[in-house]
Antibody, heavy 120, light 112 residues
Framework: QVQLVQSGAEVKKPGASVKVSCKAS????????MHWLRQAPGQGLEWMGI????????SYAQRFQGRVTMTRDTSTSSVYMELSGLRSEDTAVYYC?????????????WGQGTLVTVSS | QSVLTQPPSVSGAPGQRVTISCTGG?????????VHWYQQLPGTAPTVLIY???YRPSGVPDRFSGSKSGTSASLAITGLQVEDEADYYC????????????FGGGTKLTVL
């Protein structure tokens, strides 16, 4: 069965960086794109970016350009999201989500979420 | 401010029918991109409820249905049950510079 297991909660100081991992299992890792999304406390879902696990190509939401880096490791079937220059507004639960593209394109499996708290 | 607009909350009694609207624009729903709906139970990750405007993944009861017309979409839930109490999000794709994959702000369903 498809599983996306994310790394544990993090507490970071303003200005620091955080790297969240997402380990996939139950399917061929390189066959599906992976997205990262986040949800601030009491708020809605926000798309951050996408990575193609096959070639490693990425595309980021404009508001995160220059601060986010998404990578993958095919040997461990894992994707990573690193966010730098953290500020209090980055406090959120971060999710990885698998993207199915045919015949319809949507997020069919999600990780359990990783809470990142930014506080001095 | 979300690209797609949803009502913040809806409510209904057990057994009743409720609908949740999702309004977009010419660069997303109106550009013929599909709408998908996700259910988020308290303290958990979202799960897909409706994909491709009106298709249900296996395991989702047929009490849930979706529709799309013009620049809007709707999620209907019939025969409300207590366990339906959750947050619901619509999602589509936007071809403008504001971003690619976009969501509604979410609707909190309360079963009275």
């Amino acid at each position: 069965q498809v599983q996306l297991v994310q790394s544990g909660a993090e507490v970071k100081k303003p200005g620091a960086s955080v790297k969240v991992s997402c380990k996939a299992s139950g399917y061929t890792f390189t066959t599906y794109h992976m997205h990262w999304l986040r949800q601030a406390p009491g708020q809605g879902l926000e798309w951050m970016g996408i990575i193609n696990p096959s070639g490693g190509t990425t595309s980021y939401a404009q508001r995160f350009q220059g601060r986010v880096t998404m990578t993958r490791d095919t040997s461990t079937s894992s994707v990573y999201m690193e966010l730098s220059g953290l500020r209090s507004e980055d406090t959120a639960v971060y999710y990885c989500a698998r993207y199915v593209e045919y015949p319809y394109s949507y997020f069919d499996f999600w990780g359990q979420g990783t809470l990142v708290t930014v506080s001095s | 401010q979300s690209v797609l607009t949803q009502p913040p909350s809806v409510s209904g009694a057990p057994g009743q029918r409720v609908t949740i609207s999702c309004t977009g624009g010419s660069s997303n729903i109106g550009a013929d991109y599909d709408v998908h709906w996700y259910q988020q139970l308290p303290g958990t990750a979202p799960t897909v409820l409706i994909y491709g405007n009106n298709y249900r993944p296996s395991g989702v009861p047929d009490r849930f249905s979706g529709s799309k017309s013009g620049t809007s979409a709707s999620l209907a839930i019939t025969g409300l049950q207590v366990e339906d109490e959750a947050d619901y999000y619509c999602q589509s794709y936007d071809n403008s510079l504001s971003g690619a994959w976009v969501f509604g702000g979410g609707t909190k369903l309360t079963v009275l």
